[in-house]
């Protein structure tokens, strides 16, 4: 497109050299564009002024462009020639779209356009009043840009001004389509990275919004707009172009709001710089009160964290836990201490983890929840804790043996200790899984007050919890556990499937994020672990001090991951972006989105990552579905996929616009530019309903 862009002003000129046709008329159909001229009365009334319209309608998909093009394009120029004493004023444009091609944007109109103008006829004006005009634009696709011209005219004559019926409805559309004034001023604040602005429009129910600067030299236009929410009020954030123009006072623009009921508005905006309070992220707070928001998700945390008990790295753990408290037959005030100690390990946990996301979030770096997953030294120590665990269930070596094991032996002692670090170590393997409800509660306490956030991540924690601390607060319940017998080792030990299996599945992520040679580490570091272990099971076997072998163990835990380098962000994925079954997809950006919605094209967009326990069973369930794919395909369904796996704050930033901190995320982009978010568990009935209804739009 730059090509084209960098001749079209050339090839304009000189067709301005060329001589008008001897004839024209209100009317133009150019090879791209159909354009027509408008006067909203026939009889202008000398001394008063009438509205001309232009309207400009490419042809599907081909754009035309607004005043400030953006990036690339040409506003489209008019000479008029109209008798003397006749005036003309600039063009008023409707609000227009983004349109990003190779991260390039675009501000456009696709489909139809009027373009309005005032036309003042001086008094004592009269008989006939020719007016004619010769209008140059660019008409571009995604490939190829064309500069376009036509002479139109209209035969009017001075008479008493009422406005002709014919043409009354387009006007009265052209009107609508136009930016309102806002009527007061907002505040701009500019530094050499960001410009931030506040508008004073209400942000309830709006579900995005973008500003179109009139300068070319404000902001990078290619950039995310951050949308903030400044005590009802919105504010927006914007890279600062990166040579930009001289500093003013005084900026002004078109504030491009769709709402969430489907309905877009356009704002003209005047800014006078001044204070830009920082606000809260806006995916939440337009969607629910601070209070409301905060209940409910605190509500889906505890019933997440609930479900979490049946994911297969959590469910063993807790299983060999309540056995044990069953096996003991301690007291039932032993049975509550127990169970709050439990409890306080879990949430001890995750308000950690959740602290360190709302802090890193703060800071600007798009963390989410589970954020330590996307580091290969976290998934290294992860899978050998699992594998170690795995080999403890199955009878290898045995933990109770005192602290000489800081991990799983601190799990298994009995009492309070051995309760509260059992706790702890649930909470941290069950990290990589995200339960249906959590996604949105997560995403709520991450842009939620410092505190709030904190207790909904304390919430995720209880809901953890509740099993083991209803076991040891309801006698009921414990004496509906198994009685203690010889079957509880044969327990044991089938629980070690599922603990290898995560162990195997987190070398399988290692893998993905740090390549064959990390990969390779990893499994020498469970090699080397496994064989210390097997030292340390036969030792204990022959009565013998094994405190040195369990030290050599943790060593290898601790120090092997090390010794593993981090994943520079960015690095290339060591496979192609991850394809369900047999459906066709591109790897996801801003920009791909951008271009894929502004032609209409239905796009169904997901989040995932190799360490998302909930991603993977989608992705090789309803996403699997041949029916899907081929519902998919006929109806022309573009799928997109956003592999998390790795840092990548482009990923980021989307996910905490639509107020979420975890993976898995589904939406739906219908043809009409309608927008749906999915439950976190897909069924193809759902995903071919979609095809189908996505298919049956258009823009």
């Known amino acids: 497109m730059c090509g084209c862009v960098i001749v079209a002003p050339l090839l304009i000129w000189l067709a301005l050299l060329l001589p008008a046709p001897a004839m024209a008329s209100a009317l133009s159909e150019q090879p791209n564009t159909r354009v027509e001229l408008l006067a909203e009365t026939r009889a202008p009334k000398a001394g008063e002024a009438f509205t001309i319209g232009v309207s400009m309608t490419a042809r599907p998909g081909w754009h035309t462009y607004w005043l400030n093009p953006g990036d690339a394009g040409i506003e489209t120029r008019a000479d008029w020639r109209v008798p003397p004493g006749v005036t003309v004023s600039a063009f008023r444009y409707p609000v227009p779209k983004t349109y990003v091609v190779g991260g390039i944007m675009n501000h456009v109109f696709d489909g139809e356009a009027i373009l309005l103008a005032d036309a003042q006829v001086p008094a004592g004006a009269r008989g006939a009043l020719p007016i004619e005009v010769t209008l140059d634009w660019l008409v571009c696709d995604d490939k190829l840009c064309v500069p376009e011209s036509a002479t139109l005219s209209l035969p009017l004559a001075v008479g008493d001004g009422a406005p002709d019926p014919t043409v009354a409805a387009r006007f009265a559309a052209a009107r609508a389509a136009q930016p309102r004034p806002l009527g007061t001023m907002g505040s701009f604040v500019a530094d050499e990275r960001t410009v931030r602005i506040k508008v004073p429009v209400p942000t309830e129910a709006i579900a995005r919004a973008h500003f179109f600067p009139l300068r070319h030299d404000l902001i990078d236009m290619a950039a995310p707009q951050a949308l903030f929410d400044a005590d009802g009020e919105l504010v927006i954030e914007m890279k600062r172009a990166a040579n930009p123009g001289p500093a003013d006072s005084l900026t002004s623009g078109v504030l491009r709001v769709e709402r969430s009921d489907g309905r877009i508005a356009g704002l ?83 308000s950690a983890l959740g602290l360190a996301a709302i802090l890193i979030a703060q800071a600007g770096a798009g963390a989410g929840w589970a954020f330590q997953l996307q580091d290969p030294r976290v998934i290294l120590f992860l899978l050998l804790l699992t594998f170690a665990i795995g080999l403890n269930f199955a009878g290898l070596y045995d933990v109770n043996m005192g602290a000489a094991n800081a991990g799983a032996g601190l799990a298994a002692k009995p009492g309070a200790t051995g309760a509260f670090f059992t706790g702890a170590l649930a909470a941290f393997v069950a990290t990589p899984c995200t339960g249906p409800f959590m996604a949105g509660a997560l995403g709520a306490a991450l842009v939620l007050p410092p505190a709030a956030g904190l207790a909904v991540f304390a919430g995720l924690g209880l809901g953890l919890a509740l099993p083991f601390l209803a076991i040891g607060f309801v006698p009921a319940l414990r004496r509906r556990l198994p009685r203690p017998g010889p079957w509880m080792l044969t327990f044991r030990r089938i629980l070690a499937v599922p603990m290898l299996l995560t162990a195997l599945a987190l070398a399988w992520v290692l893998g993905r994020q740090a390549g064959a040679e990390g990969l390779t580490a990893g499994l020498a570091a469970a090699l080397a672990l496994g064989l210390v272990l097997w030292v340390l099971g036969l030792r204990q076997q022959q009565g013998r001090g094994s405190r040195l072998a369990a030290g050599l163990a943790v060593a290898v835990a601790l120090v092997a991951p090390l010794t593993l380098a981090r994943l520079p962000e960015g690095s290339p994925a060591l496979a192609a972006t991850p394809t369900p079954g047999k459906l066709a997809a591109i790897a996801f950006s801003p920009e791909a989105l951008a271009d894929a919605r502004a032609v209409g094209k239905p796009v169904f967009l997901y989040f995932t990552a190799d360490w998302c326990v909930t991603c993977k069973v989608n992705e090789r369930g309803a996403l699997a579905s041949p029916k899907v794919a081929q519902a998919f395909q006929a109806a022309g369904v573009q799928l997109m996929v956003g592999d998390w796996t790795r840092p990548d704050p482009a990923i980021a930033r989307f996910l905490a616009e639509r107020g979420r901190a975890g993976i898995p995320l589904y939406l739906f982009y219908g043809a009409d530019g309608s927008v749906e978010e999915l439950p976190q568990l897909l069924t193809v009935d759902r995903l071919i309903e979609l095809a189908s209804k996505g298919s049956s739009k258009s823009v």
């Open 268 to 350: 003209e905006v005047d800014l006078m710089e001044g204070a830009v309070p920082a606000g809260q992220p806006l995916a939440v707070t337009r969607e629910l009160p601070a209070a409301s928001a905060f209940w409910t998700a605190l509500g889906l945390a505890i019933l997440g964290g609930l479900l979490l008990n049946l994911m297969p790295c959590v469910f063993p753990i807790l299983s060999l836990k309540a056995m044990s408290l069953a096996k003991s037959g301690q007291s039932a005030a032993h049975a509550r201490t127990e169970g709050l100690a439990y409890t306080a390990g879990v949430v001890l946990v995750t």
